[in-house]
């Protein structure tokens, strides 16, 4: 299992934001994506999840591989927080959340619906999502949003867990985890603007 990236041109609303980044992720292995506010990384989390499509570019090694977690939680409010992990256990195809429970600290929320959770339990549930998921590559974006001290230790506890069981990540974060990672910088592939076309110039 390794992802690689080559040659990427990716864009938001229409309009680039970034090009020709590339990279490649290997078995036991995270890379951090730093850069701005407004740089471009949820937009490459999300093209490299399959959630939208790149201008250009390829990417290799992501089908059926990949874990996404968003900004959002993917919560279903109405059911307990282990009734939403069988939910997903079942659309990932897996078996059993007893471990996703503990990594995260849960057992004794389990019969408690999401809806009546606090937003950093709620975001403990969402991240032990990922456990139940069987996937390799987890691709997470902001993670620790709404993570009190002790809850982000959980979730970097989580990680290298993940990474010493043969997993990768590729995570967009603004504080340090204690993992052993690379990082890469979106800064230096921001994308040029485009010289006007002549449809442009008709109207200026």
Do not use: C
């Not at 043969?166 to 890469?184: F, K, N, R």
Request: proline share 4%; net charge negative.
């Amino acid at each position: 299992m390794v992802l690689t990236v080559s040659d990427l041109r990716i864009a938001r609303g229409g309009i680039p934001v970034l090009e020709g980044l590339g990279f490649s992720l290997v078995p036991g292995r995270a890379l951090i994506l730093r850069g701005p506010n407004g740089s471009g990384k949820t937009t490459l989390l999300r093209t490299i999840a399959g959630l939208q499509p790149a201008l250009s570019g390829e990417i290799n090694g992501a089908e059926d591989q990949i874990a996404y977690a968003g900004h959002s939680d993917g919560l279903k409010q109405a059911l307990t927080v282990a009734e939403n992990l069988r939910f997903w256990a079942d659309v990932f195809g897996t078996t059993g959340i007893a471990p996703a429970l503990a990594a995260f600290d849960l057992n004794s929320l389990e019969n408690r619906p999401a809806g009546a959770l606090s937003a950093g339990q709620k975001r403990r549930l969402g991240l032990a999502r990922m456990l139940v998921t069987g996937r390799p590559i987890w691709v997470m974006d902001e993670p620790t949003v709404s993570l009190d001290q002790a809850s982000v230790a959980l979730f970097a506890a989580a990680v290298k867990a993940h990474l010493q069981g043969g997993g990768a990540a590729l995570i967009a974060t603004h504080i340090d985890l204690g993992l052993e990672a690379e990082v890469l910088d979106v800064g230096p592939y921001k994308a040029k603007l485009s010289a006007l076309d002549d449809f442009d110039g008709d109207f200026l």
